[in-house]
């Protein structure tokens, strides 16, 4: 079992940062890839960003890279999702996901089989 409970959403303007967090416990094998995944209203949950705890390496998806960074705590307890340059298209809630899941399908929501509850990010113009 994986317990992953997120924080540190809010309501930003454009332009602006936050930090995501999300506290990771159970068992190491099936938290091997930590995820950050967004649900708009309306739209399918995407894939942003995931990070192989073992050794913290971070895949970002497109719509995201060059703004958003993933990271993790020496404890591999936490995972961070920070964001900057945030626009209005990123509203969204974020989620935290974890699965032993490979490359090639690591933004398939399905894939995962642990979730977080979720933090609603908003941002406006």
């Known amino acids: 079992q994986v317990q992953l409970v997120e924080s540190g959403g809010g309501s930003v303007q454009a332009g602006g940062s936050l930090r995501l967090s999300c506290a990771v416990s159970?068992?190491?094998?099936?938290?091997?890839?930590v995820a950050w995944f967004r649900q708009a209203p309306g739209k399918e949950r995407e894939g942003v960003a995931r990070i192989y705890q073992p050794v913290g390496g971070p895949s970002l998806a497109d719509s995201v890279k060059g703004r958003f960074t993933i990271s993790q705590d020496n404890a591999k307890s936490t995972v961070f999702l920070q964001m900057n340059s945030l626009k209005p298209e990123d509203t969204a809630t974020y989620y935290c996901?974890?699965?032993?899941?490979?490359?090639?399908?690591?933004?398939?929501?399905?894939?995962?089989?642990?979730w977080g509850q979720g933090t609603q990010v908003t941002v406006s113009s």
């Open positions: 996901a974890a699965g032993s899941v490979p490359y090639e399908r690591r933004w398939r929501k399905d894939e995962y089989r642990y």
């Open positions: 159970g068992d190491t094998y099936s938290r091997a890839y």
